[in-house]
C-alpha cells in the first residue's frame, strides 16, 4: 500500500508540474511580442529621403531655370521661378527635419546642371514634375505619416502638398501670361510683374497686396515674410 501511494503522490505532482510548465511556456508565447521585420518607421523614412531628394533638385534646378529666364527678358516667370525655388528649399529643409526627428540624417544628392531649354518646356517639365507629386508622392507619404501616428511629419508633408498646389497654379497663370507678353514691349512686361511674400516657415506664397496677417499654415507672422519682386 505504502508503495502505491508513493507512486500516486508522484503521478500526480509529475502531472501537475507538467501542467504548470506548458502553461508557463504558453503564456510566455502570448505575452513575448514578435520580432520586428522592420524598424519602426522604415516605410516614412524611405519616402521622406525620396521626397528630400527630389525638392533639393527641384530647388536646385528652378533657380538654374530663373536666372535663365531673367536674361531671356520674362520678368514675371522669372519672379515666379525664384520664388517658387525658395519655397521648394523650405520643402527640402522640412524633408530633412522630419528625417532628423526620426533619427537619421541626409545626404545632399548630386544636381548635375540642366542644359538650357526653351521656356514652355521648362514650365511643361515643371508642372508634370509637380503634379506627380501630389497625385503619388505626397499622399503616399501623408498617407504613410497618419498610419504611423505621426502628426507632426503628416502636417509638414501636408504644408508642402498644399503650397506645390499653388506653384501648380502659379506655373499655370504664367504660362498664358508672360507667353502671349512675349510679343509686347519690355514696359508692358515690368507692368504684369506681380510682387510675391514667402513664409520662411513653410514654404507658404502670398501675393503681396493680398497677404493676410500671419501664415493661415503655421502662423508666422507677416513681418518675417520674405519679399520676392
Ligand atoms: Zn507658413
Redesign the pocket.
Known amino acids: 500500500m505504502g508503495c502505491m501511494n508513493y507512486i500516486k503522490r508522484f503521478v500526480v505532482t509529475a502531472v501537475i508540474f507538467c501542467s504548470l510548465l506548458l502553461g508557463w511556456v504558453y503564456l510566455l508565447g502570448e505575452l513575448m511580442p514578435e520580432e520586428p521585420t522592420t524598424p519602426l518607421w522604415q516605410e516614412s523614412l524611405s519616402q521622406l529621403h525620396e521626397l528630400y531628394r527630389i525638392t533639393f533638385r527641384q530647388s536646385h534646378n528652378t533657380l538654374q531655370q530663373a536666372s535663365q529666364l531673367s536674361a531671356d527678358s520674362l520678368p514675371a516667370i522669372a519672379v515666379i521661378m525664384r520664388v517658387i525655388a525658395e519655397s521648394e528649399r523650405i520643402h527640402c529643409r522640412i524633408c530633412q527635419r522630419a528625417i532628423e526627428s526620426l533619427g537619421d540624417n541626409v545626404s545632399a544628392p548630386s544636381t548635375p546642371d540642366a542644359e538650357p531649354q526653351p521656356t514652355m518646356q521648362v514650365i511643361e517639365q515643371k508642372l508634370a514634375q509637380k503634379e506627380r507629386l501630389n497625385r503619388e508622392t505626397l499622399p503616399q507619404a501623408i498617407g504613410q505619416a497618419l498610419s504611423d501616428e505621426n502628426r507632426y511629419i503628416a502636417r509638414m508633408l501636408t504644408?508642402y502638398n498644399a503650397n506645390n498646389n499653388y506653384h501648380i497654379r502659379l506655373l499655370k497663370a504664367s504660362y498664358g501670361e508672360d507667353m502671349e507678353l512675349g510679343a509686347v514691349s519690355d514696359g508692358a512686361k515690368k507692368d504684369r510683374t506681380e510682387a510675391y511674400y514667402l513664409?520662411?516657415?513653410?514654404?507658404?506664397i502670398e501675393i503681396m497686396e493680398l497677404a493676410p496677417y500671419?501664415?493661415?499654415?503655421?502662423?508666422?507672422s507677416r513681418s518675417e515674410f520674405m519679399l520676392f519682386k
Open positions: 504644408w513664409c520662411p516657415t513653410c514654404g507658404h500671419c501664415c493661415p499654415h503655421c502662423m508666422t
